[in-house]
């Protein structure tokens, strides 16, 4: 199975301020396909999981542009770039470059 | 709007069974895959299972194999979980997402216990 590893597990950012997660897979999540599926989902407390960015970097619908994802290969990241007090939660990343599907353990981030 | 409403859930005893099921709507249902992504009590994301929009192609993680089955109904526009052989380990909220998870049901709680 493919390990995804994120750090930091917490984060405390200050409101307008950038943060920053990184993820990296034990294996290349890059496809034959040309694609590297690495997503990006956030979990609001009392909230199911909901999708930011699939692709390493490609926003979702009505995601805003403050959040971004770049990365290949094995290291990805997550940037916001100012952040507000909406974006608390927990973050996780996830291969679906094979089955087993898997996520990251997660970074809870919390506004100072 | 698409909507994902998850039910089936409850309190079972440790090698009981349950089917979750998931009402679809607001989407082609019969040409996504549909996947099912557990969380336990104060844990992280489990992905579970997942079946190809005609249900040829089916896939587990490990710890469910030949214990839950994942199925689909097309023509009502639901997805299922048959889940036997319950263990403690399987109390969770279960979560049905479309094919890359792209949008989610508001989940439903299983817990295992005696």
């Known amino acids: 199975d493919i390990v995804m590893t994120q750090t930091p597990p917490s984060l405390s950012a200050t409101p307008g301020q950038p943060a920053s997660i990184s993820c990296k897979s034990s294996?290349?999540?890059?496809?034959?396909?040309?694609?590297?599926?690495l997503s990006w989902y956030l979990q609001k407390p009392g909230q199911p999981p909901h999708l930011l960015i699939h692709e390493v970097s490609n926003r979702f619908s009505g995601v805003p542009e403050r959040f971004s994802g770049s990365g290949s290969g094995t290291d990805f990241t997550l940037k916001i770039s100012r952040v507000e007090a909406e974006d608390v939660g927990v973050y996780y990343c996830?291969?679906?470059?094979?089955?087993?599907?898997?996520f990251g353990q997660g970074t809870k981030v919390e506004i100072k | 709007e698409v909507q994902l409403v998850e039910s089936g859930g409850g309190l079972v005893q440790p090698g009981g069974s349950l089917r979750l099921s998931c009402a679809a709507s607001g989407f082609t249902f019969s040409t996504y895959w549909m996947t099912w992504v557990r969380q336990a009590p104060g844990e992280g994301l489990e992905w579970v299972a997942i079946i190809k929009s005609d249900g040829s192609e089916i896939y587990y993680v490990d710890s469910v194999k030949g214990r839950f089955t994942i199925s689909r109904d097309n023509a009502k526009n639901s997805v299922h979980l048959q889940m036997n052989s319950l263990r403690a380990e399987d109390t969770a909220v279960y979560y049905c997402?479309?094919?890359?998870?792209?949008?989610w049901g508001q989940g439903t709680l299983v817990t295992v216990s005696s």
């Open positions: 996830m291969q679906s470059r094979q089955v087993p599907w898997t």
């Open positions: 997402a479309t094919e890359r998870l792209q949008y």
């Open positions: 294996q290349s999540l890059l496809y034959s396909d040309g694609k590297t599926y």
